[in-house]
């Protein structure tokens, strides 16, 4: 059953603990709520409040239980828990705008913040000085960075941003990653930080992207109402655009090799699959119908409704027929057969495969 849990008024970020039993989110401001799960109901924790401005990013280590921050005062915080209470260490980003998103790498050693300063940092822990410092990269970079993603072999970082292309570089740091380990890929052996690796130009800004569980697959949403997919398991890459007649997606989760559920301003999950071609197969949130204005509302209100929006049943009209009531920004796997999502209607929605028909 679907869980539905009104948590602020909006909410810009989340990201889970390991266990899934804590979510820390961005109520839309400068601070990060760590609430604690207990069945389908959420306790407030902990709130911090090291940022200045709206925190635009969060990600959660589940190796090493570290919480990664970023905002728009363009800094970066890393949190580590001891003595039971979290502890900011500042990141050396070294940027002049926003920090506009960030990411573990899947062996959690580094991180990456993308930004409206027109490069991408990745960061990594400086044990002689012990603080955490960055190396950027800005190669044919023309605006803000949006989205950030990293392949599952901790070194290829695909990158998409308002210059209406996505990006597949290098961020192999020296003393962390093992050249042996990498071996050839889909996009070259030759590695050093920094190196653009391929590009491809869309006709809209990139909102999000992901890679696929095996690598093997790339996709992204664009502002144009457009998902592409893009097939790289070899060095032969495909590149497949499929268009919708919803409105723009803002973010998108594999579900598997084969699913991708994307969101946004629909406020309605959307499925697309792969046979043979990836193609639109459905919106997943059922209709619960239109609700009816309360019963023995005062005649005011009722003239009101009629004369502002045209009907009788007014009140009726402000509400969506889906379970999220505003845009949704952000969609997370929870686990193998659970999604969480979060928008700006201040709902974090816990939904079952099964009740997306999945």
């Given at each position: ?45 902990t ?16 190796k ?74 800005k ?30 570089v ?12 990498i ?29 696929s ?77 239109a609700?009816?204005a ?40 929870l ?24």
């Amino acid at each position: 059953m679907t869980s539905i849990n009104r948590l602020a008024i909006s909410i810009t970020a989340h990201a889970w603990n390991g266990d899934r039993s804590k979510v820390a989110l961005c109520p839309n401001n400068n601070e990060v709520r760590i609430y604690i799960r207990k069945g389908n109901e959420f306790e407030l924790e902990t709130t911090l409040q090291e940022h200045d401005s709206v925190v635009t990013g969060i990600d959660w280590g589940s190796k090493t239980n570290r919480l990664v921050t970023c905002s728009q005062d363009r800094n970066a915080y890393v949190w580590s828990f001891e003595n039971n209470a979290w502890k900011p260490t500042l990141v050396i980003l070294r940027i002049n705008r926003a920090a506009t998103a960030v990411q573990w790498s899947p062996k959690e050693d580094k991180f990456a913040v993308a930004s409206g300063a027109k490069c991408l940092c990745v960061c990594y822990f400086e044990k002689d000085n012990s603080w955490w410092v960055s190396k950027q990269f800005k190669d044919k970079v023309e605006s803000t960075l949006t989205s950030i993603a990293w392949h599952p072999n901790n070194v290829l970082l695909a990158a998409g941003g308002t210059d209406n292309t996505v990006r597949v570089v290098s961020g192999f740091v020296k003393g962390i990653d093992n050249r042996e380990e990498i071996g050839k890929t889909a996009f070259g052996s030759k590695l050093p930080f920094g190196t653009l690796l391929a590009s491809w130009s869309t006709n809209a800004w990139v909102k999000s992207v992901k890679w696929s569980p095996s690598g093997n697959r790339l996709a992204w949403v664009t502002h144009d109402s457009v998902t592409h997919f893009l097939e790289c398991a070899t060095t032969n890459h495909t590149h497949q655009s499929v268009s919708s007649p919803f409105l723009p997606f803002q973010d998108l989760e594999f579900i598997d090799e084969n699913r991708v559920i994307a969101v946004g301003y629909d406020a309605n999950p959307t499925l697309f699959s792969f046979s043979g071609t990836w193609k639109l197969d459905r919106q997943c949130d059922g209709k619960k119908g239109a609700s009816k204005a309360a019963a023995g509302e005062g005649a005011k209100k009722f003239f009101q409704d009629k004369a502002t929006l045209g009907s009788e049943e007014g009140a009726a009209d402000r509400e969506l027929d889906t379970v999220h009531q505003n845009c949704i920004s952000v969609v997370r796997k929870l686990d193998a057969t659970t999604l969480s999502t979060s928008g700006y209607d201040g709902n974090l929605v816990l939904w079952p495969l099964s009740s997306l028909g999945l």
